[in-house]
């Protein structure tokens, strides 16, 4: 779907248009001072909601209904990076991608199922580096000292 743009200044000078221009699609409010933001009219968000989770309940059964070597090929399509973990690594992951698929669908917030990627990209970005592999796997010898609290922003970081 194509998205329309318009200025702040636009939306406050008039809403009426900037609503009719959201009632053929979704519309982009660029802001000078902050992130921009995106206006759609709230049926056009449960339509997509009601997919996504129609979508992943059949992903989730179809997967359930396979071999785990199977779904980690199909989900090696999209995922390159899973021929790089060991073989029960793999499955903890397909387990791990159709719950967190089902549950960011449930819950209509995607970043569970994103933030668990990122967590197992990394791990398989480990296992492609046999140096930090081999540090990570060994017994950890020495006391490290205290841990520092967050700064902020760190969360972001991954």
């Known amino acids: 779907m ?3 743009e318009v200025q702040w200044s636009e939306l406050q000078r008039d809403p009426k248009s900037v609503a009719a221009l959201a ?3 979704d519309v982009r409010v660029r802001r000078r001072d902050g992130a921009d933001l995106l206006l759609t009219r709230e049926d056009r968000i449960a339509t ?10 059949a992903l ?8 785990v070597e199977t779904a980690a090929a199909a989900l090696s399509e999209e995922f390159p990076w899973l021929g790089l973990l060991p073989s029960d690594a793999v499955a903890q992951f397909v387990a791990e991608f159709i ?3 089902r549950i960011s669908a449930e819950l209509g917030q995607w970043s569970v199922l994103a933030e ?3 967590g197992w990209k990394s791990t398989a970005m480990v296992y492609a ?3 930090l592999l081999r540090q990570l796997s ?3 010898n020495e006391n490290l000292g205290p841990v520092p609290a967050p700064v902020d922003g760190d969360a972001d970081a991954c």
């Open 116 to 118: 668990m990627l990122r």
């Open 60 to 67: 989730r059964n179809l997967l359930a209904h396979v071999p």
């Open 2 to 4: 194509d998205v329309k």
């Open 23 to 25: 009632d053929a699609g």
């Open 99 to 101: 719950k967190a698929a």
């Open 48 to 57: 997509s909601g009601e997919g996504a989770i129609a979508t992943v309940r």
């Open 138 to 140: 060994g017994p950890l």
């Open 129 to 131: 580096d046999p140096d």
